[in-house]
């Protein structure tokens, strides 16, 4: 089992920038692609980015790409999501998720076994 614990969440105004952060744990080392969604109220939950285990992989939603950058550091069991020019239709509860798959990069959140609570983004206009 791999808990997740997402931080960084905040109110920035339209084009600042935040960097989400997602720390793991788990009671034995556990290889898994990383990814992130966000959900918005009465939105389905959306895939932003994902990360592969060794780093060398990534994808991202076009709504994002050229804006946010996904990385990880295996060292400290923690993946970034470092988000830039941000718009007011950023803001949503961001979720840190978890695919026992390390090598995929899927989009669909069924994809994926592990799921952190969520923090929130708002970003003002």
């Known amino acids: 089992q791999v808990q997740l614990v997402e931080s960084g969440g905040g109110l920035v105004q339209a084009g600042g920038s935040l960097r989400l952060s997602c720390a793991a744990s788990?009671?034995?080392?556990?290889?898994?692609?990383m990814g992130w969604f966000r959900q918005a109220p009465g939105e389905e939950r959306e895939f932003v980015a994902a990360?592969?285990?060794?780093?060398?992989?990534?994808n991202y939603a076009d709504s994002v790409k050229g804006r946010f950058t996904i990385s990880r550091d295996n060292a400290k069991n923690t993946m970034y999501l470092q988000m830039n020019s941000l718009k007011p239709e950023d803001t949503a509860v961001y979720y840190c998720?978890?695919?026992?798959?390390?090598?995929?990069?899927?989009?669909?959140?069924?994809?994926?076994?592990?799921w952190g609570h969520g923090t929130q983004v708002t970003v003002s206009s």
């Open positions: 998720a978890g695919d026992r798959n390390p090598y995929s990069i899927v989009t669909t959140p069924a994809d994926y076994d592990y």
């Open positions: 788990a009671r034995t080392e556990t290889r898994i692609t």
């Open positions: 990360i592969s285990w060794s780093g060398r992989s990534t």
